[in-house]
Nanobody
Framework: QVQLVESGGGLVQPGGSLRLSCAASGSIFSINVMGWHRQAPGKQRELVAAITRGGTTNYVDSVNGRFTISRDNAKNTVFLQMNSLKPEDTAVYLC???????????WGQGTQVTVSS
């Protein structure tokens, strides 16, 4: 079993930055892909960014160039650096991981990101 715990969310002004962290514990050897999703009220959940154990990354178009996903395998932690934040980035951000299949299986509880002036 894998447990994921997110941290780093909060309130930030438009144009500001936040860095989210997701710490994984348990049977972490089963994880290949980790990613960040976001869920806003009245909107569908979407995958924001993903990264493989080898470091290959992928981003949704709306955050490409502003967000950076990274991974510290030694610390079993994935990060999401969010720059130039916009109000439309406001959402609960959830960390997720696969178990070697490429399909999301493990989920964290989420951390709230609010971008407002």
């Amino acid at each position: 079993q894998v447990q994921l715990v997110e941290s780093g969310g909060g309130l930030v002004q438009p144009g500001g930055s936040l860095r989210l962290s997701c710490a994984a514990s348990g049977s972490i050897f089963s994880i290949n892909v980790m990613g960040w999703h976001r869920q806003a009220p009245g909107k569908q959940r979407e995958l924001v960014a993903a990264i493989t154990r080898g470091g290959t990354t992928n981003y949704v178009d709306s955050v490409n160039g502003r967000f950076t996903i990274s991974r510290d395998n030694a610390k079993n932690t994935v990060f999401l650096q969010m720059n130039s934040l916009k109000p439309e980035d406001t959402a609960v951000y959830l960390c997720a991981a696969d178990r070697g299949t490429g399909a999301w299986y493990y989920w964290g509880q989420g951390t709230q990101v609010t971008v407002s002036s």
